[in-house]
């Protein structure tokens, strides 16, 4: 393990996990007077009191915290070529230092993803609402880490490269993405070049998910089942690190 | 015989049209320090970060202990950087602890005596840290693995005097127990306190090499005060032996790069009040070099 990323991330999931916490205590201090609506555009329902909601309901909510975390863990590899000085005369390959930084910082978007988790289950259950492991729940776990470790690896592998002021991209990210993914409802040229960058990225293919507890809905970018969204965002995550770590080693002062 | 412990042959560096490193040849033994000198944009900064392989050199070969750099040289290699870069987030301790977990040779008691003569609180973060404390910790660090190459560039920026000194006794002491030392400054004093051999920059061309008493003896001032008005040095400065002529006042002094003796005898023909011949110091040779281009 990479003690240098091991010492970054236990300070950034301090205050992620800290923030995650502060949220969960307050549903439950003050969870009584709030209701939850659910609007899917077409129509509205209640969660209330002795409804059961099953757990793949759950990822996209996950995944949204993970990612948030993943936008700054993404930047590692950039922020530790700052202090090339340090990082570079340590007795260790490049590209095995690189890779070392990535496995610590996965970890913690796991971390985040379950523990984000754990705490939608602890706020409904507040609201008397019972959250329901269905058959398809690991395969939308594993799906729903994977969209948030995408875009953890998207990060990477723009920011890899970028001066420090690159660093901001990690956040301009998030709006490129949803206007993407809101372009991609059009027809015509517009609509094609969004789906031709929705395949890179990540909340492309989590589009749809929360609105059908079946799977893929005809309002999904991407009309594929979970299993097959999980292999393709897996895909990318793997070949977006895979590139960061080719790339990085080779930047020069 | 042995490999020298920082071999650079051949090094050059172009960026785009622009030549920062032209052909560096240089050696450096273990046990030696060599003091790399040479004005802003001589090309001393570019020579570490290729050595480091921070920069892929656009020709040449850099070998240490005979190998090319590897992961594995780190383990013995230390380097400081003019400005001291330090995980500004983390504290000294957790600098240390990085260390300690990176490198084999990692000294746990040489870091707190490192860490006792500058003066840092363990404790203190990075981040909060001036300029000399952020040097003292580099230093600290490069140390604390009792390195057997060390590349310092400006070891002392920031410094106050005391640990100047020190720092010279670090290079010295490192030196004596057999670790090749190569280190930048444009305290030409600092050099030449600490370095027995000097490497002297300019665009990108190194145009000095050699041990520093080697110079000394090479090139002398020949200095000679005149009663009355100068005489007419013309035909003196047209001499091949002679570097530079300077005059103040009623003294003459003549720079010269060979058979001082000789240069003298003419000098004293000119029927000076009083001549005598004095070793150049380093600053006076680094002064010499880079105002006239020898290559």
């Known amino acids: 393990m990479e003690y240098v990323e091991f010492l970054r991330v236990r300070r950034s999931l301090s205050w992620h996990l800290g923030i995650l ?15 939850i609506n659910i609007d899917d555009g077409d129509s509205t329902s209640r969660i209330a009191s002795g409804m059961m909601v099953p757990l793949m309901a759950l990822t996209p909510v996950a995944m949204f915290f993970a990612a948030i975390y993943a936008s700054t863990a993404g930047t590692s590899l950039n922020r530790e070529f700052m202090v090339r000085d340090l990082a570079w005369t340590k007795p260790i390959a490049r590209n095995a230092l690189a890779l070392r930084y990535i496995a610590v910082d996965v970890a913690a978007v796991a971390l985040v993803y379950v523990l984000a988790l754990l ?31 995408m875009w953890y690896a998207l990060v990477q592998i723009t920011t890899c490269l970028l001066p420090p002021r690159g660093l901001a991209l990690a956040g ?16 015509g040229t517009t609509g094609t070049i969004a789906h031709v960058f929705a395949i890179v990225n990540p909340l492309a293919y989590m589009s749809g998910v929360a609105f059908d507890a079946h799977g893929a809905t005809e309002k999904a970018i991407w009309q594929m089942p979970a299993d097959e969204r999980a292999l393709a965002v897996w895909f990318f995550s793997a070949l977006f690190c895979a590139v960061a770590v080719t790339l990085w080693p080779r930047r020069e002062a | 015989m042995t490999a020298p412990a920082i071999s650079i042959h051949g090094l050059t560096k ?9 052909d560096l040849t240089l050696d450096v033994e273990p046990g030696s320090i060599c003091g790399l000198l040479g004005p802003n944009g001589a090309g001393k900064t570019t020579t570490f970060t290729c050595l480091l392989g921070f920069v892929r050199p656009t020709a040449g070969t850099i070998a240490f202990a005979g190998a090319p750099l590897a992961p594995a040289t780190f383990q013995t290699l230390s ?9 500004d987030e983390f ?24 860490l006792a003569m500058f003066d840092l609180d363990p404790r203190k973060r990075a981040g909060k840290l001036s300029k000399g404390m952020r040097t003292a910790v580099a230093l600290t660090l490069a140390f604390s693995i009792r390195p057997e190459v060390l590349i310092l560039d400006e070891p002392s920026s920031g410094l106050d005097p005391v640990h100047q000194r020190q720092v010279l006794d670090l290079l010295i002491d490192a030196a004596a127990n057999g670790a090749a030392v190569l280190f930048s400054s444009h305290q030409i004093g600092q050099v030449e306190r600490a370095a027995d051999a000097v490497a002297i920059m300019k665009k990108g061309k190194l145009i000095v090499s050699s041990v520093i008493d080697d110079l000394k003896t090479g090139e002398k001032i020949v200095e000679a005060v005149f009663a009355g008005p100068l005489p007419d040095l013309d035909a003196l400065a047209a001499d ?32 000076p009040k009083s001549i005598r011949t004095i070793d150049l110091n380093l600053e006076e040779i680094f002064m010499n070099a880079v105002s006239e281009d020898r290559t």
Do not use: M, N
């Open chain 1, 119 to 149: 705490a939608i289950v602890v706020a409904l259950a507040r609201f008397g609402v019972t959250v329901v492991p269905d058959a398809e729940a690991f395969g939308y776990i594993v799906f729903g880490l994977g969209v948030s470790v």
């Open chain 2, 79 to 87: 380097y400081v950087p003019e400005r001291a870069t330090l995980y």
């Open chain 1, 21 to 35: 916490g502060l949220l969960t205590l307050a549903i439950l201090v003050f969870g009584h007077h709030a209701a």
């Open chain 2, 240 to 271: 091949p032996r002679i570097i530079r002529i300077e005059r103040a006042g009623s003294t003459v002094r003549a720079v010269t790069r060979e058979d001082s003796d000789e240069v003298a005898q003419r000098i004293f023909a000119l029927h």
């Open chain 2, 14 to 22: 172009r960026f785009g049209s622009f030549t920062a490193v032209d």
């Open chain 1, 172 to 187: 301009i990210l998030w709006p490129i993405a949803l206007v993407d993914i809101g372009l991609c409802r059009l027809s």
């Open chain 2, 91 to 114: 504290t000294i301790a957790e600098h240390l602890t990085i260390y300690r977990r990176a490198y084999k040779r990692y000294d746990e008691a040489r870091a707190r005596e490192l």
